[in-house]
């Protein structure tokens, strides 16, 4: 167990880095933010961050063609410092924003207990209206890979689906202090494109230590809701963000 475990860790934060190198060097292709990078006014951050999320919901797995079986209503109860419901996670953040154009990359992984694991991959685009200050506008992808098993009794169904929506929304950045800094953003996703709805709300207070580092602290709330023929995924997340911001 504990060697699955740590190959499951490896593996992951390997993508991790893996995809944040390779997408931060095509960032320099887009002409707008090429442009401002040489000019020196690009400003990119890297950010390893701990998601203290709990899971509320419900679900239904089907592997054999029948309709889902629904399962009981999950409620993780889940305690961060106990880390009883929790068995692996891994996630960062990389961004590149300019004075008007930026980019965001965003990998997660988690697995609850022995009935959820999944891994959430965000990329999106960010555009700063020059009427606005501090608002930016986002869009972009998320894909979502899902692996749900399900304990009853004798039987234990199992489903893995993933899909990708498209979202919307917002981000907001004031300045409090010369070190303090709040990041807000909301966006909306799925439009029955894939998944029927997505909601995500974050809020971020961040204190610069010097030009290179900073300490993060927020809070996340995410819903997803999909359904097919194989899986019925209506899943809330929401807890605590934890973060260390590397800037160059």
């Known amino acids: 167990m504990l060697t699955t475990r740590l190959a499951r860790y490896h593996e992951n934060w390997f993508s991790i880095y893996y995809l944040i190198v390779l ?6 292709w887009h002409p707008n933010l090429r442009a401002e990078d040489q000019l020196q006014t690009v400003q990119y951050e890297i950010t390893p ?6 899971f509320s919901g419900t679900t239904a797995v089907s592997d054999d063609g029948s309709p889902p079986e629904p399962s009981p209503p999950i409620d993780s109860d889940y305690s961060f ?13 990389f ?16 697995a609850y207990e022995d009935t959820l694991e999944g891994r959430i991959f965000e990329l999106a685009g960010s555009y700063q209206p020059a009427s606005v200050n501090k608002l930016n506008v986002i869009a972009g ?66 204190y610069q230590f010097g030009k290179t580092f900073s300490a993060k602290f927020g809070y996340r709330y ?17 807890g605590f963000l934890f973060g260390l911001g590397i800037h160059f």
Do not use: C
């Open 23 to 28: 997408f931060s060097s095509s960032l320099l």
């Open 49 to 54: 961050y701990l998601w203290a999320a709990s």
């Open 81 to 93: 410092f106990s880390m009883d419901n929790l068995d692996g996670i891994a996630s960062a953040t």
């Open 95 to 110: 961004t590149a924003r300019g004075q008007q154009w930026g980019f965001l990359f965003d990998f997660l992984y988690v």
């Open 141 to 206: 992808l998320r894909r979502q890979d899902i692996d749900v098993t399900l304990n009853f009794l004798t039987l234990t169904p199992h489903a893995t689906m993933d899909w990708v929506d498209p979202f919307i929304g917002v981000v907001y950045l004031p300045t409090l202090t010369d070190h303090w800094f709040l990041s807000l953003r909301g966006d909306i996703g799925g439009f029955g494109i894939e998944s029927d709805s997505a909601i995500n709300v974050e809020a971020m207070l961040s």
């Open 222 to 238: 995410l819903k997803v809701k999909f359904e097919d023929s194989t899986l019925v995924y209506d899943v809330s997340l929401d």
